[in-house]
């Protein structure tokens, strides 16, 4: 008997991106055995014993014979158990126990010694790339084919076993495409209600605070709204119960949902994160809060498999660090190349893997170790040029890209007291979704603060006494080119808040304010926050 060659279409990830795969099986006279060629590892040399197993549960018959495995392309290193589907109906193929039907399909899949097909991590990329080649139906485990039909364009077939998708590839009768879901809320104290017949999955149970349980501090809710309507770094600097992290605990309830390209890229990223197959697209911009300890890798990304850190995980939404001066100063550092680029680069030996990182950074941060410098009742212990040290942690670098800068003092009794409630998150969130709507229907459509944007000189449209006040705020605060491009950025954003089309002088002050602090020394910082 001669040898047949089968050839299948799978897909594999590279970091959280999708690759295409060609499984060809050659089942030839020999000596029984299988061999798999193309840079697989571990999991997926194993996949050996899981497809024979499989095989003859399944009711079929594994052929005697020499199958020898190529996974194109060769140089493409491969992980995990995606390719088991395609690699046992290759086999089946190549010993000619059935005959497909015509037509193009992918299958992926884990399959279990019982001959079931089980969902892997990573579904949804992976039929993103096989769309980008034209295929347009895919075979995937039952439990993923909502994820699978997230692609859009792609009809997802959604299989139990072994034995169910050979009868689906030899059949001419076409099964009802997956529906595409619609969103699924991942913030933290989402509601988990059901949408569209679809059950949400949700993240977390905590609880968001609203924005009229925080009492006081007008300017530090006046930035983060000026901060979350354009995109920029925020950071609050106070003593310990001033409100800094419950403000930033607001956030969730203030962002709009995600739509269209954003919601996919958010929906991308949230699966490495999830126990289950995603069920429909992230709605909520991910909140993403690590702990001051946490290493390089946790933050950045890496590890033996190049795993995404938590700046990936905040894509597309928004990363709180807490006790900021308290993170060690190579995660800080490393903040700066995806703060400009919206993305970070991993390289280890013999592997390279880039991630998306467009996140907003917000922080809080006490101005020393013991938290009261600058308090105006003068408790603070610290030895002298302590604070000092303590707020220069922040590299100039890092600082200059931190566009507001909120220094922040103890609410007083009879504020907190106040029967007057401030105004809701669901007040501000309404401001902040229509300046928002206003710089994304405008060239280049984007955020006031995104990266690769055009210059905000193309958009503020200076007048003579704007263009004059910008050149004297920018020499008397030394701001560097960035700084002064940031400067028009927030500015740009105060004037969308309040619908105006220009930039005006009462905007660039405003956005001074905001950003002077990170230019002064301590001092002048102690005296911002007592209000002298």
């Not at 299948?8 to 990830?13: E, I």
């Not at 308090?375 to 890209?401: F, K, N, Q």
Request: glycine share 10%; hydrophobic share 45%; aromatic share 2%.
């Amino acid at each position: 008997m001669a040898s047949v060659l089968a050839t299948l279409l799978s897909a594999t990830l590279l970091g959280l991106d999708g690759r295409v795969i060609r499984v060809e099986v050659d089942v030839a006279p020999g000596l029984p055995g299988l061999t798999i060629v193309g840079l697989a590892d571990a999991a997926l040399r194993e996949a050996r014993e899981r497809v024979r197993g499989a095989i003859r549960n399944a009711g079929f018959i594994y052929p005697p014979r020499r199958i020898s495995v190529n996974l194109a392309p060769a140089d493409l290193p491969k992980g995990g158990t995606s390719a088991d589907l395609a690699l046992a109906v290759g086999i089946l193929l190549g010993s000619e126990q059935f005959r497909p039907r015509p037509g193009r399909v992918a299958l992926i899949g884990e399959l279990s010694m019982g001959g079931e097909v089980r969902p892997v991590p990573g579904t949804l990329p992976m039929v993103l790339a096989l769309d980008r080649r034209g295929v347009r139906r895919v075979l995937v485990a039952r439990p993923a084919a909502a994820e699978a039909a997230l692609a859009g364009d792609v009809e997802a077939v959604p299989v139990d076993s072994l034995a169910d998708a050979v009868d689906e590839l030899r059949s001419r009768r076409r099964r009802d495409r997956t529906r595409r879901p619609e969103r699924i809320d991942l913030s933290p104290g989402g509601a988990g209600a059901a949408v569209g017949g679809e059950a949400r999955v949700v993240v977390g149970a905590e609880p968001v605070p609203d924005l009229e349980d925080v009492r006081g501090q007008a300017a530090a809710r006046r930035a983060l709204e000026v901060a979350l309507a354009g995109g920029h770094g925020l950071l609050f600097l106070g003593p310990p119960g001033t409100g800094k992290t419950m403000l930033a605990r607001t956030v969730p309830g203030l962002l709009p949902i995600l739509v269209g390209e954003a919601a996919l890229a958010a929906t991308i990223v949230a699966w490495v994160g999830a126990v289950e197959p995603l069920q429909a697209l992230v709605e909520r911009p991910p909140f993403r809060a690590p702990h001051h300890t946490s290493s390089y890798a946790a933050m950045v990304g890496g590890g033996p498999r190049l795993s995404p850190g938590e700046i990936t995980r905040a894509d597309h939404g928004v990363l709180f660090l807490d006790e900021l001066a308290e993170f060690s100063r190579d995660v800080l550092e490393a903040l700066r190349q995806p703060l400009e680029e919206g993305r970070v680069e991993i390289a280890r030996a013999g592997r390279a893997a880039s991630f998306p990182a467009r996140f907003q950074l917000v922080a809080a941060m006490n101005p020393c170790p013991c938290g009261m410098a600058g308090a105006d009742d003068g408790r603070c212990t610290c030895r002298e040029g302590v604070p000092e040290r303590y707020v220069a942690r922040i590299s100039g670098p890092l600082r200059d890209r931190i566009d507001l800068w909120v220094p922040m003092t103890r609410v007083a009794a009879r504020e907190f007291l106040a029967d007057t409630l401030p105004e809701s998150s669901a007040v501000v969130a309404a401001r902040i979704a229509a300046a928002r709507s206003l710089q994304l229907s405008r060239p280049p459509h984007r955020l006031n603060a995104s990266v690769g944007g055009r210059p905000m000189r193309l958009l503020a449209r200076l007048g003579p006494a704007a263009q004059a006040r910008l050149r004297t705020l920018a020499d008397a605060e030394r701001l560097s080119g960035r700084g002064t491009d940031r400067l028009l950025r927030v500015a740009r954003t105060i004037a969308d808040l309040g619908g105006a089309a220009a930039v005006d002088e009462a905007h660039l002050d405003e956005a001074a304010r905001f950003r002077a602090p990170a230019a002064r020394p301590i001092d002048a910082l102690a005296a911002a926050m007592a209000g002298r």
